[in-house]
């Protein structure tokens, strides 16, 4: 399990010219090695090493580790450029090289809480850092700092340093299941066999954004520097990354103190391509292309990882569709609205809400055989629970009590 940590220190001229020396010529042996890659048709980081170290040795005065990281560098470019390139999506003969990163190793750098040296063709330069609260959370919360890292130069004298931390977690033997269904503007989850709805807010943030874009933009060329400025303050991706975050830790920490598991749809690649595909409304594509299903997915196997919960995968596919109990189809009939969400079973015709059969699916498709409730409300009308109210919870079973005392209340 590994986390990056973001450190920008502002250096004296003599440090970043020393560094800048380095990233220059850390670029032209990353460029060499990338040529030889596609040449020799191999993205093996040995037979790249092999291949070019003695000549880029002979051409560069930098010390020697340099090259090992460069060559390391180049093998993972290369190797993402041929899966993109099978999948269709890369769109140039080669790997461009337009920002560079440079990778250090254990010999090119050494960590202290004082000073951080890296070593240059003029010997060991110095940086004093300045820790983040994000730091000091990894660090003091038994993660390990990995032997490598990472530097890029930013304009006035800026140094960005990557930190990365590790931590080995072993995932523990559950002993339930809490399946997650996550839809375009509202996630699922069924905690304790009840049911629970957790509004998002994806599409609303969409448009409202989307139409934010085209008020800036209508008349004006986007390489206007106003239009430009504009533009960068949307926050569209951060507050998806946000409510993702939040929401990822609280079905994590749920499964962690029930000891459960949780149960996810294995997506496949390019999901949204494969749902907009008979689609011709180009609101409803925009929406299904910005709801990041996948990247919600990531978001709750990611934070899984951190606290050792096991992440059960399974197929997809009709699980809002399919009875759990009978296994004959449900029929959902239009009722006004785009995606009708109650549905009537074809076998025992009892009442199903798209997003809660999904959820019992997904449980019966992991291994477990625990029966289904024909008779409960909630089967076709879930507690919903609007963002503003989750988004700050500690836990689910806080939220849920919460519920029952409103109730009572009323």
């Known amino acids: 399990m590994e986390r990056t940590v973001k450190l920008r220190v502002e250096v004296d001229h003599n440090t970043y010219s020393a560094l800048k020396e380095v990233e220059e010529e850390y670029r032209e042996v990353l460029e060499e090695a990338i040529n030889y890659g596609l040449v020799n048709k191999t993205t093996s980081f040995t037979r790249i090493k092999a291949g070019i170290y003695k000549a880029e040795r002979e051409k560069h005065k930098l010390p020697s580790h340099y090259i090992y990281t460069a060559c390391e560098d180049a093998s993972e470019r290369l190797d993402s450029f041929q899966k993109l390139k099978k999948r269709g999506r890369a769109y140039t003969d080669k790997p461009s090289v337009r920002r560079v990163t440079v990778h250090l190793d254990d010999h090119l750098w050494r960590f202290n809480l004082d000073k951080i040296s890296i070593s240059t063709k003029r010997g060991r330069v110095l940086i004093s850092p300045t820790f983040p609260k994000i730091f000091w959370r990894y660090y003091n919360k038994g993660w390990s700092i990995a032997s490598g890292a990472r530097f890029k130069l930013l304009k006035g004298n800026v140094v960005e340093l990557y930190v990365i931390f590790k931590k080995d977690v072993k995932p523990y033997e559950p002993k339930g299941f809490i399946p997650v269904d996550l839809n375009e503007n509202s996630v699922s989850v069924l905690v304790d066999g009840k049911p629970i709805l957790l509004e998002t807010n994806t599409k609303r943030i969409t448009l409202g954004y989307e139409y934010k874009r085209k008020s800036i933009t209508t008349g004006r060329l986007t390489k206007d520097r106003e239009v430009k400025r504009k533009l960068k303050r949307l926050r569209e991706k951060d507050k998806k990354?946000?409510?993702?975050?939040?929401?990822?830790?609280?079905?994590?920490?749920?499964?962690?103190?029930?000891?459960?598991?949780?149960?996810?749809?294995?997506?496949?690649?390019?999901?949204?391509?494969?749902?907009?595909?008979?689609?011709?409304?180009?609101?409803?594509?925009?929406?299904?292309?910005?709801?990041?299903?996948?990247?919600?997915?990531?978001?709750?196997?990611?934070?899984?990882?951190?606290?050792?919960?096991?992440?059960?995968?399974?197929?997809?596919?009709?699980?809002?569709?399919?009875?759990?109990?009978?296994?004959?189809?449900?029929?959902?009939?239009?009722?006004?609205?785009?995606?009708?969400?109650?549905?009537?079973?074809?076998?025992?015709?009892?009442?199903?809400?798209?997003?809660?059969?999904?959820?019992?699916?997904?449980?019966?498709?992991?291994?477990?055989?625990?029966?289904?409730?024909?008779?409960?409300?909630?089967?076709?009308?879930?507690?919903?629970?609007?963002?503003?109210?989750?988004?700050?919870?500690?836990?689910?079973?806080?939220?849920?009590?919460?519920?029952?005392?409103?109730?009572?209340?009323?």
């Not at 109650?342 to 498709?365: F, I, P």
């Open 241 to 410: 990354a946000d409510v993702r975050r939040k929401l990822a830790k609280l079905v994590v920490v749920e499964a962690f103190k029930s000891r459960s598991a949780v149960v996810l749809e294995d997506l496949p690649r390019n999901t949204p391509e494969h749902m907009v595909k008979d689609v011709r409304d180009k609101q409803l594509r925009l929406r299904i292309y910005r709801s990041a299903f996948s990247s919600m997915k990531n978001a709750i196997v990611e934070k899984a990882g951190e606290f050792g919960v096991p992440v059960i995968l399974v197929n997809p596919s009709h699980t809002s569709s399919t009875c759990p109990v009978h296994g004959t189809k449900i029929i959902y009939r239009p009722d006004g609205g785009d995606a009708p969400r109650v549905g009537v079973c074809e076998g025992g015709k009892e009442r199903w809400h798209r997003d809660v059969v999904a959820l019992y699916n997904l449980r019966k498709r992991a291994g477990d055989v625990s029966p289904v409730p024909l008779g409960s409300k909630e089967s076709h009308d879930p507690p919903t629970l609007r963002s503003g109210r989750w988004l700050r919870a500690k836990s689910l079973h806080s939220i849920m009590n919460e519920d029952k005392m409103s109730e009572m209340k009323v």
